[in-house]
């Protein structure tokens, strides 16, 4: 009797291992249809983003959107081994992967992470500042790169590729937003499919906002008695 005790628990576990193992693969299956599937030109032909052998990370239009990102300056904190600043003086842009940059912004000096836009070099690194709007993904890729894209990209490259016209039907959006000092902005983007093999794109984006500083007439040195004479000039 104790016997067949122990043989049915062991049957009910096995059924429960069973049972965990199916919902198991049913939530990998489900996971696996839901997982949106990234495709990356980092290696200068199409790869899945998963199986690509390079250091990259991408980010599409939504994305950016989310995490409020406009031009170069505010990726730094979305990607690993890679910080941003702006020189106060000339607006370059300069940016630091795994530690290796450049503040040399002048006609004669060469960065270290290659900007490029579409697939064509930038050589300043002030085109940095270029919005990021209406873009079908932003890749980033860490270490060395010059087998792929050439010189001055020591420590990485960026590659900012524009959304391309589709072919499945006209479409367009248009956003606004508010902020705070007045701050305006109107974007939007429309697509139009001409024939089978010609397609137009065309997007806009317009900001404005005022200045965080007010600006206001300094009078203390009026009240000064600057000559010693006696009287306020």
Excluded: C
């Excluded at 940059?101 to 064509?120: C, K, Q, R, W, Y």
């Excluded at 007010?214 to 009240?223: A, P, V």
């Amino acid at each position: 009797m104790e016997m067949h005790k122990k043989l049915r628990l062991r049957d009910a576990l096995m059924v429960l291992v069973a049972l965990s193992a199916s919902a198991n693969g049913q939530e990998a299956a489900v996971d696996k249809e839901t997982i949106d599937e990234i495709i990356v030109t980092a290696t200068k032909r199409e790869t899945s983003l998963m199986e690509t052998a390079v250091a990259v990370s991408a980010f599409g239009q939504e994305s950016l959107d989310n995490q409020g990102v406009k031009n170069v300056l505010d990726i730094g904190d979305l990607v690993p081994n890679m910080q941003i600043a702006l020189s106060p003086t000339d607006s370059g842009v300069q940016v630091v992967v795994r530690g290796l940059t450049s503040n040399n912004f002048t006609e004669i000096g060469d960065p270290t992470v290659a900007m490029h836009f579409d697939g064509l070099y930038s050589p300043r690194p002030q085109a940095g500042l270029a919005l990021m709007y209406d873009v079908e993904r932003v890749e980033i890729s860490r270490g060395p790169q010059g087998t792929l894209f050439g010189r001055n990209s020591t420590a990485g490259s960026v590659n900012v590729i524009s959304a391309r016209p589709n072919f499945d039907q006209q479409e367009g959006k248009i956003e606004v937003e508010v902020g705070k000092y007045a701050q305006r902005t109107v974007k939007g983007w429309f697509n139009l499919p001409v024939n089978d093999v010609l397609a137009l794109r065309a997007s806009f984006l317009k900001e404005t906002a005022d200045t965080w500083y007010n600006q206001t007439q300094d009078k203390f040195d009026l009240t000064w008695d600057t000559d010693g004479d006696g009287t306020i000039s």
